[in-house]
């Protein structure tokens, strides 16, 4: 019965914290230009908008 209840709980954990995680996610909603992308490492990569998702660009490339 403990390693029931064990189980059960561990799986609520798992599960919340999943959810919370995929709500989070890090990226944007979305772009329109390459202005709408966030400046992160500028000195390597340079944002650009593709498809509507910010990709960062090695900049010597």
């Known amino acids: 019965m ?3 209840l064990k ?3 561990a799986m ?3 599960l919340f914290l999943f959810l919370v995680a ?3 996610g890090g990226e944007q909603d979305g772009c329109v ?6 400046r992160y490492w ?3 990569y340079v944002p650009k908008c593709i498809d509507h998702k ?3 660009r090695w900049k010597w490339d």
């Not at 230009?33 to 966030?38: E, Q, R, S, V, Y």
Request: hydrophobic share 50%; charged share 25%.
């Open 2 to 4: 403990a390693k029931i």
């Open 7 to 9: 189980f059960i709980y």
């Open 12 to 14: 609520i954990l798992f």
């Open 22 to 24: 995929m709500e989070v």
């Open 33 to 38: 230009t390459d202005a709408d992308c966030p």
């Open 42 to 44: 500028e000195e390597l």
């Open 54 to 56: 910010c990709i960062g």
